[in-house]
């Protein structure tokens, strides 16, 4: 099984249908289902929270969410190993938060989270997949390799 060290949220609304899918960071510090095709993923979601709230409507029960490194993700198609990801969006709970290609996305490169480590057949797979924050504004950087930003080629210090 894959290990990471997730960090934990509050979900700021009702997140157990998101295991293993990207989420993102609402306003008020929460963790929350994807909102937008072209809104920065906070990480990948790792557990399945309650979908119970409160009277208030609030919802209780913490969000593991890994924000990088390997994690395993919910892809939307069938993609190669190396397939470079972004969060999937269409305003559908089924869609929202899966991993896609760019053009399946319909984003940019700028909203690459990942690459695939392994091969997903179909819809629904869950594959591991090595996931990045720092992303730059053309989306060129942080997962090339030793030859990244942080490697030789990189910038120093």
């Known amino acids: 099984d894959i290990q990471n060290c997730p960090l934990t949220f509050v979900p700021h609304d009702d997140m157990s249908g998101m295991q293993y899918r990207f989420v993102e960071l609402h306003t008020d510090g929460k963790a929350k289902s994807l909102t937008s095709a072209s809104v920065y993923a906070l990480g990948v979601q790792q557990n399945v929270p ?83 924050t720092a992303r730059g504004t053309d989306g060129a950087q942080g997962i090339t390799g030793p030859t990244g930003p942080t490697g030789p080629t990189g910038p120093t210090a």
């Open 50 to 132: 309650s979908a119970s709230a409160d009277s208030l409507g609030n919802y209780q029960y913490p969000v593991s969410v890994v924000l990088d490194g390997i994690t395993k993700v919910e892809c939307y198609a069938a993609y190669n190993a190396g397939t470079e990801v972004a969060p999937y969006y269409d305003g559908t709970d089924t869609n929202d938060g899966l991993a896609a290609s760019v053009s399946d996305a319909g984003t940019s490169a700028k909203y690459i989270k990942g690459k695939l480590l392994q091969a997903s057949t179909k819809k629904g797979d869950i594959v591991p997949m090595f996931l990045m």
